[in-house]
């Protein structure tokens, strides 16, 4: 029997050009030189590896013991160290202070609601050093909306098929459902496994990111999109935020 985790799977197919952009959008702002730099919801640590080569000194935080297995691996391939940590960034308080924080791949996205957006970037402000900087991303309503809704995506090799299918959500603003399809050739017999997972992403208007920036206490510096080198319009399918902690 084959066995390959889901996170395996979506690692193997994420586009890699991905992380040279947010590793860009992160060095243009930030200087290596002694920061400390916390990476949320860091995933299979790709980007984490890129900013440990960079001269960061990075940490990665991800909700997904899978995922952070991947992340060991990616780091141990590429002869990096930084440290790993299980959690939750609703409840930040195992961890320490940090000089930056990101959190990219609209992962903030996947949070139930507004309220629980709100509370992580509380989290984020208080360990965040005062004068910090918080770097993130988050898809648009534009994206929710009138993009992703109808959108569907195949790929084919020898060994394995995907299917992503993205449906909008009628009695949800802005929120979408990915049905994400695989299936994977089982070489003890030539058959094909199916592994499936359903991911639900939520997003929200300009001024309710604001206020819960807001809220958090934290300033809102820019907002900008394509990995932070246009302005944003209507037809902007992802926005980049620069927020610092002021105090």
């Known amino acids: 029997m084959i066995y390959q985790s889901f996170a395996q799977l979506y690692d193997d197919l994420f586009d890699p050009a991905m992380y ?30 890129q900013l440990a080569q960079k001269g960061y000194q990075v940490s990665g935080l991800d909700l997904s013991e899978e995922m952070l297995a991947l992340a060991a691996k990616h780091a141990q391939e590429a002869d990096v160290t930084f440290p790993l940590m299980a959690g939750d960034m609703l409840d930040l308080s195992a961890i320490g202070q940090y000089q930056t924080v990101t959190c990219f ?25 005062v004068g910090g900087t918080f770097l993130f991303d988050v898809i648009t309503p534009h994206q929710t909306d009138d993009v992703y809704p109808g959108y569907m995506y195949n790929y084919v090799d020898d060994h394995r098929a995907f299917i992503w299918t993205s449906y909008g959500i009628e009695d949800e603003a802005h929120a979408v459902d990915h049905d994400l399809t695989f299936f994977i050739q089982d070489t003890a017999d030539d058959a094909y496994r199916k592994v499936t997972e359903l991911h639900h992403e939520r997003t929200y208007l300009l001024p309710d990111y604001r206020k819960a920036l807001r809220l958090a206490g934290l300033t809102l510096n820019r907002v900008s999109a394509d990995f932070g080198h246009a302005e944003v319009d209507d037809q902007t399918t992802r926005w980049f935020f620069e927020v610092t902690r002021e105090a």
């Open 105 to 129: 791949a609209d992962s903030f996205c996947y949070l139930p609601d507004l309220d629980a957006v709100t509370q992580a970037f509380t989290q984020v402000h208080d360990h965040l050093n």
């Open 20 to 49: 040279t952009q947010w590793l860009d959008f992160v060095a243009s702002r930030v200087d290596p030189a002694s920061v400390e730099l916390l990476d949320l919801a860091c995933g299979s640590g790709r980007l984490g590896v």
